[in-house]
Every structure is written in C-alpha cells, then in structure tokens.
Nanobody, 124 residues
Framework: QVQLVESGGGLVQAGGSLRLSCAASGRAVNNYVMGWFRQAPGKEREAVASISWNGGRTYYADSVKGRFTISRDNAKNTVSLQMNSLKPADTAVYYC?????????????????WGQGTQVTVSS
C-alpha cells in the first residue's frame, strides 16, 4: 500500500505562485508514474501533470503548459508541482496520485493510489 499526503495549497492572488508537495509512505514510489489532478466544484477530476519514474518524461494539460512544472525526488519519495502565473480558473482541489504502469496516463481510474487533496484558491 502507498499513502500519499499533499501539502502546500492555499489562497493566492491571480498571477501568484504556489508549490504543492506530495509525500509518499508505505512503500517507495520510485517505480511509479506520479500525477497531479485537480477537481473544481461541479466539474470532473482532470489530469494536470504527470511524470515518469525517472523524471525523463512529463505530461502537462494544455491549460497549464508553460506555467506549471512537475518534479520528483525519488530519494525523498516526494513529487512536487510548481504553479506560476496562477489564474482563477486554476482554483480546485489538487490531488496527488500514483500509477504502477510505466506510461503517462491521464484517466482517473488508471491510477492506483490517491491522496486526500489540498485546496488551491486563486482570487482575481
């Protein structure tokens, strides 16, 4: 079993930055694809970014390309999401997830483990 705990969410003004972190425990996730998803009120959960086990491949949703950066530190069993130039449309609960398959996937039901989420609110 893998436990994931997100941190770093909060309230920020439009144009500001936040850095989300996800700490994994229970077992090492260095051979898992790690992803960040978000869910806004009344909307479906959507993939934001994902990263391969060694960091060599990444995926970004079109809506965040050029603004968000995903990274991982396998030695520390953590994954981060640096979010810059935030917009009110980025307001959502952000979730960290782990996928045992060695491909970058975006479907919610393809990920094996999930965190509880952290709220990000961007004010205009």
């Amino acid at each position: 079993q893998v436990q994931l705990v997100e941190s770093g969410g909060g309230l920020v003004q439009a144009g500001g930055s936040l850095r989300l972190s996800c700490a994994a425990s229970g077992r090492a996730v260095n051979n898992y694809v790690m992803g960040w998803f978000r869910q806004a009120p009344g909307k479906e959960r959507e993939a934001v970014a994902s990263i391969s086990w060694n960091g060599g491949r990444t995926y970004y949703a079109d809506s965040v390309k050029g603004r968000f950066t995903i990274s991982r530190d396998n030695a520390k069993n953590t994954v981060s999401l640096q979010m810059n130039s935030l917009k009110p449309a980025d307001t959502a609960v952000y979730y960290c997830a782990a996928d045992s398959a060695n491909v970058l996937r975006t479907a919610v039901d393809q990920y094996d483990y999930w965190g509880q989420g952290t709220q990000v609110t961007v004010s205009s």
